[in-house]
């Protein structure tokens, strides 16, 4: 899905950045498994530049985000780190990937604002291949949210499990 551009008092943010688009990833072969080349169809939730609202905070109706699904709080903060996703992803063969408990994925990714090192987390899920026009099979990525976590934000970061990107995109294109 194409996000359209947020306008607040006469400027505009424009979302372009967060268009779908087709990812490449080679995995090198190890031991008895050959290397295998994998296509990813990347995108992302709105998640990524919007927030829910505390409960006691009164959101003025020009800083709500509408979507097909849901309608949030246009988060600048998210905005702006939202510029890194595309090249966050884009060097994810490269990055330690964890599992949570509710299956879904994450990277961190260090930040360093104001001279202090913060960790942005970006949430993702591979769901179920789909076929390509030319009939492959194409992998999907879906980046569900991104954050800087703070305290008292409410959760904490979820338990990290260590996972191959190559044997999940293994496993998804066998359907397991």
């Not at 296509?39 to 003025?60: D, G, M, N, W, Y």
């Not at 291949?129 to 990525?141: A, D, E, F």
């Not at 008292?152 to 499990?161: D, F, L, S, V, W």
């Amino acid at each position: 899905m194409k996000w359209r551009a947020f306008i607040y008092q006469g400027k505009t943010y424009d979302l372009s950045h967060l268009d779908p688009f087709i990812w490449s990833y080679a995995a090198i072969a190890s031991g008895e498994r050959p290397g295998y080349s994998y296509k990813f169809q990347v995108r992302f939730s709105l998640h990524c530049f919007t927030r829910e609202p505390s409960p006691e905070q009164r959101i003025a109706k020009d800083l709500l985000y509408r979507g097909p699904k849901e309608t949030r709080v246009f988060c600048f903060e998210r905005y702006e780190l939202s510029h890194r996703l595309p090249a966050i992803i884009d060097a994810l063969e490269h990055r330690e990937c964890y599992r949570t408990h509710r299956g879904n994925l994450f990277v961190i990714e260090p930040i360093v604002r104001e001279e202090k090192e913060e960790e942005y987390e970006v949430y993702f899920q591979i769901p179920k291949t789909t076929i390509s026009g030319r009939g492959k099979k194409r992998l999907n990525l879906i980046v569900q949210s991104a954050y800087l976590r703070r305290e008292g934000y409410g959760t904490t970061q979820p338990r990290k499990e260590l996972v191959s990107l190559n044997e999940i995109a293994r496993k998804k294109l066998r359907r397991k």
